[in-house]
Nanobody, 121 residues
Framework: QVRLVESGGGLVQAGGSLRLSCVVS????????MGWYRQAPGKERELVAT???????TYADSVKGRFTISRDSAKNAVYLQMNSLNAEDTAVYYC???????????????WGQGTQVTVSS
C-alpha cells in the first residue's frame, strides 16, 4: 500500500508565503515523477508543478516565478515553496506521485488527501 501525506497548508495574507510538504510511504520500489495539483471551489483540478527524477521541473504559467518545487529522494518527499501568494491561489492542494510499489508492479498514480491553502486579500 502506498500512502501520500501532505502538510503545510493554512491561512495566509496576500503577499505571504507557505511551504507544502508531502511524504510518500508504504510499499515503494521506485518513485518517478512527483508533483502538486490544486482544485479551487467550482473548478477542475489543475497542475501546479512537477519534478522528475532528474530534477527537471514544469510549472503552470500562473505560478511561474512565485512557486518552487523540490524533492528529497532520500526521504521520498516533495515540497512546494509558495511565495507572493494571492487570492487566486486559494485551493485544496494535492500531492501526486508516480510510484512502482514492488518489482512485480507497474507504475501507478497515487494521490494525497489534500491540504487547504487559503489566501486572504
Amino acid at each position: 500500500q502506498v500512502r501520500l501525506v501532505e502538510s503545510g497548508g493554512g491561512l495566509v495574507q496576500a503577499g505571504g508565503s507557505l511551504r507544502l510538504s508531502c511524504v510518500v510511504s508504504g510499499n515503494i520500489f521506485r518513485i518517478n515523477a512527483m508533483g502538486w495539483y490544486r482544485q479551487a471551489p467550482g473548478k477542475e483540478r489543475e497542475l501546479v508543478a512537477t519534478i522528475d527524477n532528474s530534477g527537471s521541473t514544469t510549472y503552470a504559467d500562473s505560478v511561474k516565478g512565485r512557486f518552487t518545487i523540490s524533492r528529497d529522494s532520500a526521504k521520498n518527499a516533495v515540497y512546494l515553496q509558495m511565495n507572493s501568494l494571492n487570492a487566486e491561489d486559494t485551493a485544496v492542494y494535492y500531492c501526486n506521485s508516480r510510484v512502482r510499489p514492488t518489482v512485480w508492479n507497474d507504475y501507478g498514480d497515487y494521490w494525497g488527501q489534500g491540504t487547504q491553502v487559503t489566501v486572504s486579500s
